[in-house]
């Protein structure tokens, strides 16, 4: 079967604005300034403009923009960082790259995100930092967890990489908490065409430090001050993300309308559920996830008539093998599991058409239907 709506479809988005990145690629291939050039400082500029921030570092992706937020923190060995367990395993991966512990917290059944509720009692008296993440495209309860912080004088550092353009309460998310983390890999709502991060922040003195660690610890150059990383933003990826940052409202508008066409049409059939959108925030919706108790075959049924979908995520952190050494096991974040049983991720991207949605959505009621039929 031919694929007849893709999950994520690139080659439109690239094919309707071939002109303007081919130029904007061309422009750094003329100029050789391949190494933090004008595209680089330029997107830094407009991206921290956009958020709202007075500082944005480009760096080389989200795990790189969480790991260096964590290390100009002074978060290291010996301490604990609250990170969801609801979460793409980079956030967790930021806290062990640093050599400190992530300790997970479960998350709210209907958005998704991290439980205040729960935080407090995942705090030590090794807890450094929360790391909420803004997942799926809807913030967390940022207010809470800042209260929560100033409690027990923990930093927060907010993981916006599902989040570009999202809303909490009017302000951008990546922009509240002292420091923000994005990744633009291709796939995300503001996409680079390769790997790609940033780093925002209104400290100067936080800003300075994670612009020196990703630049080999260099005050000025072969000035090392410290012992930092090649942890940089390329030009060429600048460059693509200069020309689309541009299109970022139109793009989140559209996908919002699609995920509205997708509730309408697909309200009350057969057990499916949507995650519910917080009063507190907006949605981008990076990702359309809808719940279903029969979610593999619900997926194939799709897959044979050329729909793709994804899950996000089929196995929650404190089940993967890579963090055993944590010593969590089954049921020790039921609602995570729960959700990572019954989520399906529907295709989500700007450019999908109303016909695209409508047949996606007549597949899944003719699924259900048979299914009811079969009994
Ligand atoms: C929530 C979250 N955090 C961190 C990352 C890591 O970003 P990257 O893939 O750019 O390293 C991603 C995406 O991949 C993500 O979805």
């Given at each position: 079967?031919?694929?007849?709506v ?5 080659r ?41 921030v007075k ?17 100009a ?8 960082v ?10 967790a ?5 640093v ?5 997970l ?27 909420p ?5 809807q913030?967390?309860?940022?207010d ?15 993981d ?5 353009g ?7 998310c990546?922009?509240i908490?002292?420091v ?15 790997d ?11 800003a300075?430090?994670?612009?020196r660690l990703?630049?080999?610890g ?28 541009r ?22 059939v ?64 039921p ?34 239907d ?6």
């Amino acid at each position: 079967m031919d694929v007849k709506v893709p999950f994520v479809d690139l080659r439109i988005q690239y094919r309707n604005l071939q002109s303007e990145i081919d130029s904007a690629i061309r422009g750094v291939l003329e100029r050789c300034d391949f190494i933090l050039g004008s595209e680089v400082e330029r997107f830094e500029r407009r991206f921290a403009e956009y958020l709202g921030v007075k500082h944005g570092i480009g760096v080389s992706s989200g795990l790189d923009a969480l790991h260096l937020a964590l290390r100009a923190l002074g978060i290291g060995p010996g301490d604990e960082v609250i990170v969801p367990a609801n979460t793409f395993v980079a956030t967790a991966l930021a806290v062990s790259m640093v050599g400190a512990k992530p300790v997970l917290v479960d998350c709210v059944r209907e958005t998704y995100n991290i439980d205040p509720a729960q935080i407090e009692g995942a705090i030590t008296e090794r807890t450094r930092a929360i790391i909420p993440v803004h997942l799926t495209g809807q913030a967390a309860d940022l207010d809470a967890v800042l209260a929560i912080a100033r409690r027990h004088g923990l930093r927060v550092i907010e993981d916006a990489a599902q989040a570009h353009g999202t809303l909490y309460k009017g302000r951008k998310c990546g922009s509240i908490a002292e420091v923000g983390c994005f990744s633009f890999y291709p796939g995300k709502n503001l996409g680079a065409y390769g790997d790609a991060g940033l780093v925002a922040t209104n400290d100067d003195a936080l800003a300075e430090r994670i612009r020196r660690l990703r630049n080999y610890g260099q005050r000025v150059k072969y000035e090392h001050v410290e012992k930092g990383v090649n942890c940089r933003l390329d030009t060429l990826q600048a460059a693509v993300l200069n020309v689309k940052l541009r299109y970022l409202d139109e793009w989140n508008h559209l996908r919002a309308r699609h995920a509205e066409a997708y509730r309408n049409l697909l309200s009350g059939v057969g057990d499916l559920r949507f995650q519910q959108v917080a009063e507190f925030s907006t949605h981008i919706y990076h990702l359309f996830i809808v719940e279903t108790e029969y979610r593999e075959n619900l997926r194939q049924y799709l897959s044979s008539h050329g729909v793709q979908t994804g899950i996000h995520y089929p196995i929650p952190i404190h089940l993967l093998e890579a963090y055993r050494d944590l010593g969590y096991g089954e049921g020790d974040f039921p609602r995570t599991e729960y959700l990572a049983k019954r989520m399906l991720s529907l295709p989500m991207y700007p450019e999908l058409t109303e016909e695209q949605i409508s047949y996606v959505a007549q597949r899944i009621r003719e699924f259900f239907d048979r299914k009811g039929a079969r009994g």
